[in-house]
């Protein structure tokens, strides 16, 4: 097997860190899915000398009556029995007295979840892969790709790669690269800035404060925030979860602070919700979500070449199931079906999406 990579490291992993949870606001199909990654990730941590994930516990809050992704993330934990805890906002800010909420806020709490150490995660993975045999070429971007019916042949600026099946998962790029195999997927790749800020550690560390989920309503509009305590003097990290500003991945400014709203929308909800961690902002990154129009990933096999299987889309929350999909695309490649139940993520959802390649 090989794995062809277009830069050194994944694009989408600027900030070392994802959170992973298991209640899911994005949908309650996705429990199952986020559980066995997470046995994946303990396997993965067994297995490596590295660190993978670090239980932080998650929680998230937003106003009673009018947050549909944290009502969605507490249905989800009631309908999979998870371990959670409800909580009205006077019992949120007892836990965690560095937050100011309003009363008619609610919430929960899972002890269980936490965040991966997602460079950790690829390079444990890699030295996997290369241990069992797989071969990986870095810097090497696809330039095009040739099916038949019973091989692809993947063409680099450097080689032409000839094999029985191929995965493509290009992130940011994966429209691009569809397009060579007669897909036009309705991808949307939009600029996502996060941001550390100096906090009071003794309020926001990671002994004392978990990562969170946070649908909040901020100067008369709706927003989703999420973020992780401070650790290692990192400062707490934050970013917006519904932030759209679409670019080409290609040509997007990287440099933080070249919008006047990358770090103005970051502070509004830490003045607001956290202003003990609305200090200097000590690191900043600016990455790339790549989204589909309902927000659930694309995992399928090519509508004429069953032998081509394509997964992306991942719509800023594919991280902690990438050790899940893994799985699934070794199924997919090596018998046709899998045993998960990924039916939501099917192309067939969008219409036109098969055109026929020149
Ligand atoms: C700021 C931010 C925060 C996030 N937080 C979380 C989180 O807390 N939890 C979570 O679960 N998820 C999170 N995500 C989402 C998660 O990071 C993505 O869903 C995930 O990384 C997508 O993986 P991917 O493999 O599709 O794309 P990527 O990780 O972008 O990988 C695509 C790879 O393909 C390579 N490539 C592209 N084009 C070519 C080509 N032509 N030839 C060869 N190689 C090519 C790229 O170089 C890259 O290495 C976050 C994303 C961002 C941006």
């Not at 890699?126 to 993947?154: C, M, W, Y």
């Not at 094999?163 to 569809?178: C, E, Q, R, V």
Request: charged share 20%.
């Amino acid at each position: 097997m090989t794995h062809i990579i277009r830069h050194m490291i994944k694009e989408a992993i600027t900030g070392k860190h994802e959170l992973s949870r298991h209640a899911y606001g994005e949908g309650r199909e996705y429990v199952p899915l986020a559980l066995r990654s997470q046995e994946l990730w303990e396997g993965l941590e067994r297995k490596s000398h590295l660190k993978i994930f670090t239980q932080a516990g998650a929680m998230g809050f937003g106003p009673q009556g009018n947050a549909p992704f944290i009502d969605e993330a507490i249905a989800s934990g009631k309908e999979h029995n998870l371990h959670i805890d409800f909580l009205s906002s006077a019992e949120i800010k007892e836990r965690f007295p560095g937050l100011n909420l309003p009363d008619d806020y609610i919430g929960f709490y899972e002890a269980n979840s936490g965040f991966l150490f997602s460079e950790n995660c690829i390079a444990a993975y890699k030295e996997l892969a290369i241990h069992h045999g797989a071969e990986t070429s870095f810097q090497n971007p696809v330039i095009d790709i040739e099916t038949s019916d019973r091989s692809v042949s993947v063409i680099t600026e450097n080689a032409t790669f000839t094999g029985d099946k191929l995965i493509i998962s290009a992130g940011a790029w994966s429209g691009t690269l569809s397009e060579k195999i007669g897909l036009k997927l309705p991808l949307k790749t939009t600029r996502q800035p996060i941001g550390w800020f100096e906090a009071n550690e003794a309020l926001f560390n990671l002994h004392n404060f978990p990562t969170f989920a946070a649908e909040v309503a901020i100067n008369g509009s709706k927003a989703l925030y999420y973020g992780f305590p401070s650790f290692g003097g990192c400062g707490l990290k934050i970013g917006r979860h519904d932030y759209e500003d679409v670019i080409d991945p290609s040509t997007m400014n990287r440099e933080f602070g070249s919008d006047i709203h990358d770090e103005g929308h970051l502070r509004e909800f830490l003045d607001t919700f956290m202003p003990e961690a609305a200090g200097k902002l000590k690191k900043a990154a600016i990455c790339i979500y790549t989204r589909t129009p309902d927000g659930h990933f694309i995992i399928d096999q090519h509508p004429e070449h069953a032998h081509v299987l394509i997964a992306t889309g991942f719509s800023s929350h594919g991280f902690k199931f990438a050790s899940v999909v893994g799985e699934i695309l070794s199924q997919l490649a090596m018998h046709g079906v899998t045993e998960h139940d990924i039916s939501l993520f099917k192309l067939a959802r969008f219409a036109d999406c098969h055109i026929k390649k020149e």
